[in-house]
């Protein structure tokens, strides 16, 4: 079986940089972890929010600290650099080898949405981002990994999208229908999401936007891992 | 345009982990940045190692410092940690959207492949691993970011491969073979060469086996950026 993680992310229209952050990290114990952090406003400044939240936190789970601590630790941080006064949303995502789970932490008012096939629950217990309040915790929830297993987190560009115009997204049917296709990747359901709030947005994001998708799949027969990144460039 | 980056990584037959770690890390002020270590021999070891001299670097870069004195500094924390007993290749790949360039930085016997479209150089000017000596210094070349660049660096793996059986690889051969094909993705170019390097192996790598690809392309009409990942996943 395969372990596959998509990501889609564009920035705000017509701003320099994404305020999000997403990165991927192997697990010291094998596996890997996707930590997703969207920094308050957008631009520079929330491009370092997210950065330094994200930072903290792979730092911490490459020394095999619990993705738990590793939030609150990097919430703390937050807090103290910052007085309060500036929030991150913050999502880990972790496929564990060794217990053969994914770990889904929120610290996030967006929900997660876990599909097992085309059984899609949404976990969307109240979550609150980091930074504002000493002691915030993350909302954390533990699937065993399994084949058609996928799950969606996404920053609030989603939620926001198309708002301008009086429309919004329902993530949850969306999902249903990507994955009536003939077992689609993560890259496509991610894509397919991005481009779909891009369409709500009338192509010029109101937000940051970022998904993430992972999923179990019937495929890999080798023994290969694969990461590919692709990148607009602007050489002019 | 578009840049991508293609990985393909495999761990040596009949051992738990690869001793080789890639991550791949967005710079401060924009491009990206792939790091590559091998930790000296294979296993749980070389894992720790090859991990360590990763964080180290990325944790530098993220923070804006220039990867030769990321690798300086990597190089000297494995010299101090380990009192030069232990070994490590290292080799940093970044596209610098200011600069418009991309900065080759090796400490690596293994050479750097540079093509600009179906024009190859070597890039194999003399360079040692890190973590032996104090003050090892690593070998860099800067070249600009144009369509069709195409670079390659890879762990010694790809060296060893075949040579149980007296044969070897001429990677620089099979890369002019690839660039012959109608625009090549770099996830095609290093899926390839790992294969390649894993048919002389007789499909049991007798080292932990890392390609890297990065590549400019005239693709990408939109502003999204995506990263894909995939591995092996053994949920019995």
Redesign the interface.
């Known amino acids: 079986?395969?372990?596959?993680?998509?990501?889609?992310?564009?920035?705000k229209y017509a701003t320099s940089?994404s305020g999000d952050?997403?990165?991927?990290?192997?697990r010291?114990k094998?596996g890997?972890s996707v930590v997703l952090a969207d920094g308050q406003s957008s631009g520079r400044g929330a491009k370092w929010i997210s950065?330094m939240v994200v930072?903290k936190v792979i730092?911490l789970l490459?020394e095999g600290v619990r993705d738990g601590a590793a939030a609150r630790a990097a919430s703390d941080s937050l807090f103290t650099e910052r007085g309060g006064k500036v929030s991150s949303t913050l999502n880990i995502l972790s496929?564990d080898?060794q217990t053969?789970t994914l770990v889904i932490t929120r610290n996030n008012p967006a929900p997660a949405l876990v599909a097992n096939n085309e059984d899609i629950i949404s976990l969307g217990e109240k979550s609150l981002p980091i930074g504002i309040n000493r002691g915030t915790r993350p909302v954390i929830n533990e699937v065993g990994?399994?084949?058609g297993l996928t799950t969606v987190v996404y920053s609030d560009g989603i939620d926001h999208a198309g708002s301008r115009f009086g429309d919004s997204m329902d993530v949850q049917t969306c999902l249903v229908a990507l994955l009536e296709n003939e077992d689609p990747?993560?890259?496509f359901i991610?894509?397919s999401l991005?481009l779909n709030a891009l369409n709500l947005d009338r192509g010029r994001p109101s937000d940051d936007i970022s998904v993430v998708v992972l999923r179990?799949m019937n495929?890999?027969e080798?023994?290969?891992?694969?990461?590919?990144?692709?990148?607009?460039?602007?050489?002019r």
Do not use: C
């Not at 079986?1 to 920035?11: H, N, Q, S, T, Y």
């Not at 952050?21 to 192997?26: A, D, G, M, P, R």
């Not at 080798?222 to 050489?235: A, G, I, K, N, S």
């Open positions: 079986m395969e372990l596959g993680v998509g990501i889609a992310k564009i920035r940089e952050t997403v990165e991927v990290v192997e010291p094998g890997l950065t930072r730092t490459a496929a080898n053969k990994l399994e084949l990747s993560p890259q991610a894509d991005l179990v495929r890999g080798d023994e290969v891992r694969r990461m590919t990144v692709r990148l607009p460039l602007d050489l």
